[in-house]
């Protein structure tokens, strides 16, 4: 099989055995699993690797600060942290590239009375199931991070030590899947986009670009937010929508937190090169990726109120990214009902640095085995979408 040019003429290049949509954390992962895997992957991203909300994410690996309940998300995001270490030792040696991979742990403050009764429940549960978790007094959180130590802290209702949780970088981490991946035989092609998809029967046979046809034996949809667009073009109704997430960078003249600080209203995230992440607004239904004083200003005041010291560290910048949401905000991953050889992968919302490199190596395994993980079976497509047409599945 041959790609056909706008022209008409065919190309030089085969077609790849997977077309995979969108050059994020998601798109980047399974690319890099399938290449792994000896498969023929192409990758196109209609802007640059990581220009949608990868190259905005705070980058925590954080499933024990969110969890209020043990479930299979929580299960599942649980799996996606233990992914990371290997795969960035394999990333550096293979991409040369450092994830600035980190085990930095969280430090949850509790602000009030009811805060600290539900992060002591949180305590219990996860201690229950035995996990690594500590609660810290007042007293005691300036052992734990020196910048919260006398009045800093005792102005706090005690914390949660989650020393288990960690962070990448999710620019590094595109970019080494994505070097790693060409490394491998993958190819990766920017600038190019889907426009939309072209079927026959219960198959999808190509990706209209506007450079031509693009065919394959089995596509992945992984555009974030924008895969609802290229998904009704099927026409399938993929219910992802943004939650616009925007975030501060600063930098501490005087010593960056040594851990990663959440207060329930706002996060600190100290990186590997002294800058600071202060993350992150949640605005549900927004469109647009560019930050905004009320949303920044938001920020800034919900950090001052309960980490003043914060005050002194220096701004060097502002981001806004869309974040992929379901409804029930869970992830979407899976066969798209009615379609045999598309699969979806979206709707990671706040945890795609965290769960990426584990979808990808899922979707690989289930290509090259026929089988999901059944881990995957809560978070299918189907939980939102009947078949296009009768008998078709
Ligand atoms: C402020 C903020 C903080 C966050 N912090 C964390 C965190 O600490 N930990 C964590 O795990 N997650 C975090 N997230 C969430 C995480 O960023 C996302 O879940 C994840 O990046 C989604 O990855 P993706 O590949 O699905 O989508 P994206 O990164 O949005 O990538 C989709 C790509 O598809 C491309 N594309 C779109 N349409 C087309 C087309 N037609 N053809 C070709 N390409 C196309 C886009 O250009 C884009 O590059 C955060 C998000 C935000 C916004």
């Known amino acids: 099989m041959t790609a056909i040019s706008t022209a008409g003429r065919p190309t030089a290049e085969p077609s790849p055995d997977i077309l995979i949509i969108g050059g994020g954390v998601i798109g980047t992962a399974t690319a890099y699993y399938l290449a792994r895997a000896g498969i023929s992957v192409l990758l196109i991203e209609r802007d640059h690797l990581a220009a949608g909300a990868s190259g905005v994410a705070a980058g925590m690996l954080a499933p024990q600060v969110e ?11 649980l799996l996606g942290r233990a992914e990371h270490p290997p795969l960035a030792a394999a990333l550096f040696e ?11 742990g969280i430090l949850r403050i509790a602000l009030d009375e009811a805060d600290r009764a539900e992060l002591q429940r949180r305590l219990r549960w996860q201690s229950a ?44 981490l595109v970019q080494a899947l994505a070097v790693a991946s060409v490394k491998r035989g993958a190819r990766l092609r920017q600038g190019e986009w ?27 949809l992984a555009a974030g937010i924008w895969s609802r667009d290229l998904a009704g073009s099927l026409p399938l109704n993929l219910p992802v929508g943004p ?37 992150a607004t949640e605005e549900d239904g927004n469109y647009d990726a560019r930050p905004t004083l009320a949303g920044v200003g ?45 699969i979806i992968a979206t709707a990671h919302f706040r945890n795609g640095i965290l769960l990426g490199p584990l979808t990808g190596r899922w979707i690989a395994d289930y290509i090259q085995t026929g089988a999901w993980a059944p881990e995957l079976a809560a978070f299918s497509p189907a939980r939102f979408l009947e078949p296009a047409r009768d008998g078709s599945v």
């Open 243 to 279: 939650v616009k997430g925007q975030v501060l960078m600063l930098r501490a003249l005087h010593g960056a937190p040594r851990h990663i600080i959440w207060t329930g209203e706002c996060y600190l995230v100290p990186k590997a090169d002294g800058q600071v992440i202060l993350g």
């Open 129 to 172: 199931r035995g996990l690594r978790a500590e609660w810290l007094e007042p007293d005691r959180l300036g052992e734990r991070e020196p910048l919260l130590a006398g009045a800093a802290g005792r102005l706090l209702a005690g914390g949660l030590w989650l020393p288990d949780e960690g962070q990448v970088r999710g620019t590094r």
């Open 67 to 77: 969890a209020p309940f043990d479930d299979p998300f929580f299960n599942l995001t």
């Open 194 to 220: 889907a426009v939309s998809f072209e079927t026959r029967g219960d198959r999808v046979v190509g990706v209209h670009t506007p450079r031509g046809l693009l065919k394959a034996a089995t596509f992945v």
């Open 298 to 342: 938001s920020l800034a005041e919900a950090a001052l109120e309960h980490l003043p010291w914060a005050g002194s560290f220096t701004v060097e910048g502002m981001w806004a990214g869309l974040r992929p949401a379901a409804p029930d905000r869970y992830p979407i991953i899976g066969q798209a009902p009615g379609f045999a050889n598309l």
């Open 94 to 104: 293979e991409a040369g590239l450092d994830v600035e991979y980190r085990p930095t």
